[in-house]
């Protein structure tokens, strides 16, 4: 079961959608869904949130300051989203409208987090 809740799970449902039209397309079928190089990536992405040091204030990962990935998985996720991107508003409509929404979503960087969570008496 996966430990991410909130707004981080519903950004790893819709990279699983995405993951899953591109790879229907771009690979052999296989009976568990996506094939083991995708199933792969989506592990790894499912780590990556959740260590993110935005937690559930998270903005899209094109808008971010802080890269999670490393250079080859983020440009395996980056072709995917070109991919995807268009064949999600047929798809999933609701996941793609949602996530153009969370782009508008502001990117401070971590440092000015950091600043202010010690700023704040919680």
């Known amino acids: 079961m ?10 790893h449902a819709t990279l699983e959608r995405m993951t899953e039209i591109y790879c229907a397309h771009h690979h052999q079928p ?5 094939c083991p ?7 790894y992405s499912e780590k990556r949130l959740e260590k993110c040091p935005y937690g559930q204030d998270k ?11 490393k250079k080859l998985q ?12 268009p064949r999600m508003t047929l798809r999933h ?6 996530h153009v929404f969370d782009r508008f979503r502001p990117a401070p960087h971590p440092l000015e987090l950091r600043k202010q969570r010690k700023a704040s008496p919680d």
Not at 4 to 10: A, I, M, Q, S, V
Not at 59 to 69: D, E, F, K, L, S
């Open 93 to 98: 409509p609701l996941r793609a409208l949602q």
């Open 59 to 69: 903005p899209t990962c094109a808008r971010c300051p802080v890269h999670c990935y």
């Open 74 to 85: 983020r440009e395996q996720v980056q072709a995917i989203m070109r991919f995807s991107g």
């Open 2 to 11: 996966s430990p991410l809740t909130g707004r981080l799970k519903r950004e």
């Open 37 to 43: 190089s995708c199933t792969e990536l989506m592990s």
């Open 30 to 34: 296989h009976a568990a869904g996506m």
